[in-house]
């Protein structure tokens, strides 16, 4: 079974308004909440794959329990923390063609709290055979709190694929114990860096020369409509994929993530990781829904995905 993480998950409101008025009032028709977090997407995508998963983190008070109630409304098994605080919502304004964000911090959790689930945690990993970790720490938790998450799946002989930026990523790779996958984007790679970072093959090799890289077994640099650069110990690949009919490509790296976990637990070879990881990647890019693919059109997609090692 899989263990999908989410340290800091939300509900997800979305308003279309034909136009948003500030310093007035808008009223909205056509309003759609869903339960949010990178983590959640990561689960949800798992389910449609028909793997088995668990989803976990922390949630509390009334938002927490209707992010219960969603997750089980779509058979999504999950066993999260309950905390004191409530969990967030993240409000997005869809408006003449463009998106406009509200996204709440999140709750602040106790010293007894990350203890509490580092506890329930360290329980879960006995039934798991991966784990992903994605999205940002919800404030309370010290910056390093991933480490050590990393460090006690991995001391089990658990691999971890990590899913995270900024600060709490960086703690992670200057930490002797590094995660088995992460999966950057070029401008979460140019944030950690502190240097431009572009969708060239030269410029992620040049990137990944830094130490904080070395002993990461699969570093998967997704760039949206061009595919991927990935590193797989000593070797480079460019993953290139076919145009398609974008509707909504939030949450396209979390179905990423999702199907590179699903294959990784299925012991595929690494063409087939690849391509797996890259359609399910289009699949969400093509659904209005965030953290949702359709499998009826993966195997569609999945001959045109082209894999090619850089020599
Ligand atoms: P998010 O943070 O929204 O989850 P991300 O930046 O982590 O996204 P992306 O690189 O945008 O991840 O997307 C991951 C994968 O999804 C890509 O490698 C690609 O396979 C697919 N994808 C995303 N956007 C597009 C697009 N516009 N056209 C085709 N495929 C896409």
């Given amino acids: 079974m899989i263990l999908a993480v989410t340290m800091n998950p939300s509900v997800d409101i979305s308003y279309q308004v034909d136009q948003f008025k500030l310093d007035d009032v808008n009223r909205v028709e056509h309003v759609r909440k869903t339960a949010g977090g990178k983590g959640l997407n990561v689960a949800r995508v798992i389910v449609q794959m028909g793997e088995n998963v668990l989803a976990t983190g922390v949630l509390g008070g009334t938002i927490g329990e209707y992010i219960i109630q969603e997750l089980n409304k779509s058979s999504i098994p999950n066993t999260f923390l309950k905390i004191e605080k409530e969990s967030r919502n993240c409000?997005?304004?869809l408006h003449e063609g463009m998106q406009?964000?509200?996204?709440?911090?999140?709750?602040?959790?106790?010293?007894?709290?990350?203890?509490?689930?580092?506890?329930?945690?360290?329980?879960?990993?006995?039934?798991?055979?991966?784990?992903?970790i994605s999205g940002s720490l919800p404030k309370g938790l010290p910056p390093d709190f991933y480490?050590?998450?990393?460090?006690?799946?991995q001391g089990r002989g658990v691999p971890v694929i990590l899913d995270t930026s900024g600060e709490a990523?960086?703690?992670?790779?200057?930490?002797?114990?590094?995660?088995f996958a992460i999966k950057p984007n070029?401008?979460?790679l140019s944030q950690l860096l502190g240097t431009d970072v572009n969708n060239d093959t030269n410029s992620i090799q040049q990137a990944l020369k830094h130490a904080m890289f070395r002993g990461i077994e699969w570093i998967i640099v997704s760039m949206g409509s061009e595919g991927a650069f990935v590193r797989h110990l000593a070797d480079d690949y460019r993953v290139t994929i076919p145009k398609i009919d974008v509707i909504n490509p939030v949450g396209s790296g979390d179905a990423t993530v999702a199907g590179f976990a699903v294959a990784m637990q299925r012991e595929k070879s690494t063409e087939t990781l690849l391509k797996t990881a890259m359609v399910t990647g289009m699949l969400n890019a093509m659904e209005a829904g965030t953290g949702s693919i359709n499998m009826k059109k993966f195997d569609q997609y999945f001959d045109l995905v082209k894999v090619e090692k850089i020599d």
């Fill in 100 to 132: 406009t964000e509200i996204l709440e911090t999140g709750p602040t959790l106790s010293v007894e709290e990350g203890k509490a689930f580092i506890d329930k945690y360290e329980d879960l990993l006995s039934s798991v055979s991966l784990v992903t």
């Fill in 91 to 93: 409000i997005a304004i």
């Fill in 169 to 179: 990523l960086k703690q992670v790779l200057l930490h002797d114990e590094k995660p």
């Fill in 186 to 188: 070029t401008t979460e």
């Fill in 147 to 153: 480490c050590k998450m990393v460090g006690i799946t």
